[in-house]
């Protein structure tokens, strides 16, 4: 194979809770002893053992709309938060599914296929370290059940850059631009954060010890962060969630890494 083409098989569906297992001890160690500081005003709820697949807060909604058309309730629970000093509230940025296995996938293949979530839609490569720093390097992540990766011949980096990135772009498909999008979203996060934070809807705690934050999530629960700030600023929250919709359309997107590339 000289290129890769999801089969849809399932097989990155199912036991997801288990997939931290595959990534080594000491780099989820050191992930989560970084997010319990909380050093960037970011805590991780969850322990490593329990995340599964990562959902942001408009694919919590969508998904669960799906849900109910197919007659249960879904299963999250959050993930990654942040706190605010002024309403001592978690504040919800990230959610995992709460399964083993996927509820969407059936015999016949995911039935949210063009609902899925943007983890699902960049696997199996990752590339957001370039996205995010401008570093010429990718990786597979959690692609061991995949049997059709093993069939691949795997592109290495040669030449100039913007003609690297086009042959990822040939041989990974829309795998390799969907990393753009999930940058791009956790961009907009971020951007919905400061603003916020700027405008004192909230005040970001950081540092704040892990246990207090785990407490407080216990005692209170937690809202998303969207829904928390379109109380008071549902222009914002509006544009933003435009800004999401845009980063879908994969055109745009191959468009405006070229460009960017190419400056």
Not at 12 to 29: L, M, Q, S, T, V
Not at 138 to 166: Q, W
């Amino acid at each position: 194979m000289d290129h890769f083409e999801c089969k849809k098989c399932g097989a990155c569906c199912k036991n997801i809770r288990a997939r931290y297992g595959k990534i080594e001890p000491k780099e989820i160690e050191e992930h989560f002893e970084e997010q319990c500081k909380g050093k960037n005003g970011i805590y991780q709820l969850l322990e490593p053992s329990e995340v599964t697949i990562p959902l942001f807060e408009w694919e919590v909604e969508a998904l669960s709309k799906e849900a109910k058309k197919r007659g249960f309730e879904l299963k999250v629970k959050p993930y990654l938060a942040i706190y605010d000093i002024m309403e001592d509230q978690i504040l919800s940025i990230r959610w995992i599914l709460d399964y083993d296995d996927c509820p969407f996938y059936t015999d016949e293949g995911c039935s949210v296929y063009s609902k899925r979530p943007l983890v699902c839609r960049f696997f199996p490569i990752d590339l957001r370290d370039f996205t995010r720093t401008g570093e010429l390097n990718y990786t597979l992540k959690n692609h061991m059940d995949c049997k059709h990766i093993s069939k691949l011949k795997f592109p290495g980096f040669s030449g100039k850059r913007i003609d690297t990135l086009r042959f990822l772009d040939k041989f990974w498909g829309d795998s390799f631009v969907y990393n753009f999008s999930l940058t791009y979203a956790e961009e907009l996060i971020i951007e919905a954060i400061g603003l916020a934070n700027q405008n004192w809807f909230i005040r970001l705690g950081f540092d704040q010890d892990y246990w207090f934050i785990k407490n407080r999530f216990n005692e209170k629960g937690s809202i998303g962060l969207f829904e928390f700030l379109a109380k008071g600023d549902e222009a914002t929250i509006d544009r933003l969630r435009k800004k999401i919709e845009d980063s879908m359309d994969l055109d745009a997107i191959r468009k405006l890494w070229t460009s960017e590339i190419t400056k």
